[in-house]
């Protein structure tokens, strides 16, 4: 029964074109994010969403687009993907405690490669 | 501009020692301190936090610990397990809704 669910799990496609990666969460949380950890292994903040509402946008290229909709999902569409797009994409939810991040709970990770 | 450091990439330690994870931060708008387990194409899985109100948190064989004024916290897990191999992140908080701040990780092997 899993908490947070990501599909696919692999993506391998060519330079130039759009994606998307989904996004479910069963626990209930009302806030969900996207990560990114490049080649580097460093696991950095995209995206923020509460109650589908952006919160968190951090300097992330316009080609990234998150859509949220409804609360327990929030979707990653990549437009024109770029090598440097290669990564490990987690998602993650959480119950926000007065706007302070707490526990967040993760997904298995997208493995996505631009060819 | 890191403002949460591991700067031990990797751990070995025998299996029944301690295994004690340093992490350093630098900003100091974060309260809320949070550690996570990464297996290898897993997600990364919660395992322990410490609000910056106290010094320790003890949970079964993992214990953190935290110096506000050092700016340092630790992770100590006694025994370790070969279970216990996987890479730590260290994770920061504060006044920024929802925004956790990770160090780069430390691979910890147990060995039997």
């Known amino acids: 029964d899993t908490a947070v669910s990501q599909t696919p799990k692999y993506l391998v496609t060519q330079m130039g074109n759009d994606k998307s990666i989904k996004c479910e969460q069963n626990?209930?949380?009302?806030?969900m994010y996207w990560y990114k950890q490049d080649s580097k292994k460093f696991l950095k903040i995209m995206f923020s969403?509460?109650?589908?509402?952006?919160?968190i946008n951090e300097t992330v290229p316009n080609r990234f687009s998150p859509k949220s909709p409804d609360k327990a999902h929030l979707n990653l569409h990549i437009n024109s993907l770029e090598l440097g797009d290669s990564a490990v994409y987690f998602c993650?939810?959480?119950?926000?405690?007065?706007?302070?991040?707490?526990?967040?709970?993760f997904g298995p990770g997208t493995r996505l490669t631009v060819l | 501009d890191q403002q949460v450091k591991q700067n031990s990439p990797s751990l070995s330690v025998q299996e029944g020692r301690i295994s004690i994870l340093n992490c350093d931060y630098t900003?100091?708008?974060?309260?809320?301190f949070l550690w996570y387990k990464k297996y290898p194409a897993e997600g990364p899985t919660f395992l322990i936090s410490?609000?910056?109100?106290?010094d320790k948190n003890e949970d079964g064989r993992f214990t953190v610990f935290l110096n506000k004024s050092a700016k340092h916290l630790s992770l100590h897990i006694v025994p370790s397990q070969p279970g216990d191999s996987a890479v730590y992140f260290c994770?920061?908080?504060?006044?920024?809704?929802?925004?956790?701040?990770f160090g780069q990780g430390t691979i910890l092997t147990v060995h039997p």
């Open positions: 994770a920061a908080s504060g006044t920024s809704y929802g925004k956790l701040t």
């Open positions: 626990l209930g949380h009302d806030t």
């Open positions: 969403y509460n109650n589908k509402e952006l919160i």
């Open positions: 993650a939810s959480s119950q926000e405690d007065n706007g302070a991040a707490r526990e967040q709970f």
């Open positions: 900003n100091s708008m974060f309260d809320y």
């Open positions: 410490i609000s910056s109100i106290k």
